[in-house]
């Protein structure tokens, strides 16, 4: 078995509000499962989809996807900030080799990645984003415009064919969603402040930081009490995008419409992009099955918390 597969949400609140015990032994249950599922896998490469949360992408240049020759972390929420172990020359070959077959995709020597990148790297390694290496690839999934889901099918199609013919045990890794519409700010309705945050926020000082975060942790408090105002969970539409990952049917993903997913799922249910890509990638390399799936929607976490792990047929 030289491909495999995890995808799974993530959330800034995980160490900082407390859902009810028995969901967080859910979730740590989950937690382990995908630990075991990795150490039994043991990749040699992780390729890991993530969104960005106007940490490292900004308005000032958004791109629709980015591979990281070089990347560090950002820190935010008290994630990983430090360099990763990034592979240069297979990032490059691999970012040719997307390019070449007709999709643009951005580049960086200087990539900067969030918790959404990192997280499931620190739950799987304990802490320790760096223990392998990682080529980190960012898919928009914040920042109008979108490219169609089909666009983003077709870029982890390419990705996954990349390694089609290695012998090295590639970890392809999604991270994001499901259902949620935490309190990231819309470029169509952002105040000034706002604006000049998602246009030019590198880089904030400890109190901004901490003022921004501290809004994010105040509205996972008050989501779980039912006193936020913001968009509900969606289990059903969690549960029917689980089914469409679980199926195979790969083109089942360009379905999904923007317009639709903010309505129904939250402003910020487009990082499933990133499982779509994972999946996609995986299902280059043949037919697979899904072996482990966990999934519950957890106010606290401002999340339908999902966890899923693949291997080839």
Known sequence: MTHALLCMSHTPL???TNPPAEVKAAVESAFDQARAFVEDFNPDLVVNFGPDHYNGFFYDLMPPFCIGYQAKGTGDYDSFAGDLDVPTEIAEKLAQYVIDR??????????EVDHGAVQPMEIIYRGNPAAKP???IFVNSVARPFVKMSRVRHFGTAVGEYFKSTDQKVLFIG?????HDPPVPQIATATPEQRRLLTDGRNPTPEARAARQARVINTGIAFAKGEADIM???PEWDRAFLEVC????IEAFDAYTVE???AVAGHSSHEVRTWVAAY???RANGEYEVTYEFYKPIKEYIAGFGVTTAVLK
């Open 14 to 16: 995980l160490e900082f």
């Open 102 to 111: 007709d999709i643009d995709t951005a580049i960086s020597r200087q990539m």
């Open 134 to 136: 990682m080529i980190p």
């Open 175 to 179: 991270s994001g969603g499901l259902s």
């Open 232 to 234: 509900d969970l969606n």
């Open 246 to 249: 679980k199926s195979g049917n």
């Open 260 to 262: 639709e997913m903010d």
């Open 280 to 282: 996609s990638a995986l």
